[in-house]
T-cell receptor, first 113, second 115 residues
Framework: DTGVSQDPRHKITKRGQNVTFRCDPISEHNRLYWYRQTLGQGPEFLTYFQNEAQLEKSRLLSDRFSAERPKGSFSTLEIQRTEQGDSAMYLC???????????FGSGTRLTVV | AQTVTQSQPEMSVQEAETVTLSCTYDTSESNYYLFWYKQPPSRQMILVIRQEAYKQQNATENRFSVNFQKAAKSFSLKISDSQLGDTAMYFCAFMRLDNAGKSTFGDGTTLTVKP
């Protein structure tokens, strides 16, 4: 059990550029979640996968955001045409079932300049 | 929509003493989970304790225990014998049973344990 891995840990990008983050869940976990956490606030749900199917998306996930989980393994979160308001910590979590072993990664901190 | 409120942005406690962090939530659901998470400066969110709403008995994990008052929609965390390693941001979270694992978080309480 190597935990939930996220890459990169930090990303600085210029406004208007595209960025992609990767999350590797715990291997046997079938559920994967993306959250966004801005400074001084709790995480906010973005989207959820069960295996390879994206089953729910928050209204926070504008059309500039897209997430995939090919073959039900790792997941990517892409932000197109980044804006300064996208600056945040992007957290990935995975679980086996609804709450079993619900584990967060260390996050990717995005700074848009 | 569910909301989670943590009314104490910052708290401090002396090492070895006891501290209680407050959390209230708003829901019309009867079956749900409540959680307390710890987020140290290293950033990884770690589950501290979990409570199922259908269980009347308060959850306990070593030095951590909760006071779950379902009618009052209150879910406080008590940390006994506080240790320096308990210094972190603590988040209260709510999850509906039918909501596919999506959690709603409060804005956190920063706890500092002083030597």
């Amino acid at each position: 059990d190597t935990g939930v891995s996220q890459d990169p840990r930090h990303k600085i990008t210029k406004r208007g550029q595209n960025v992609t983050f990767r999350c590797d869940p715990i291997s046997e976990h079938n559920r994967l979640y993306w959250y966004r956490q801005t400074l001084g606030q709790g995480p906010e749900f973005l989207t959820y996968f069960q295996n390879e199917a994206q089953l729910e998306k928050s209204r926070l996930l504008s059309d500039r955001f897209s997430a995939e989980r090919p073959k039900g393994s790792f997941s990517t979160l892409e932000i197109q045409r980044t804006e300064q308001g996208d600056s945040a910590m992007y957290l990935c979590a995975s679980s086996l079932g609804l709450v079993e072993r619900y584990t967060f990664g260390s996050g990717t901190r995005l700074t848009v300049v | 929509a569910q909301t989670v409120t943590q009314s104490q942005p910052e708290m401090s406690v002396q090492e070895a003493e006891t501290v209680t962090l407050s959390c209230t939530y708003d829901t019309s659901e009867s079956n749900y989970y409540l959680f307390w998470y710890k987020q140290p400066p290293s950033r990884q969110m770690i589950l501290v304790i979990r409570q199922e709403a259908y269980k009347q008995q308060n959850a306990t994990e070593n030095r951590f225990s909760v006071n779950f008052q379902k009618a009052a929609k209150s879910f406080s965390l008590k940390i006994s014998d506080s240790q320096l390693g308990d210094t972190a941001m603590y988040f209260c979270a709510f999850m509906r049973l039918d909501n596919a694992g999506k959690s709603t978080f409060g804005d956190g309480t920063t706890l500092t344990v002083k030597p």
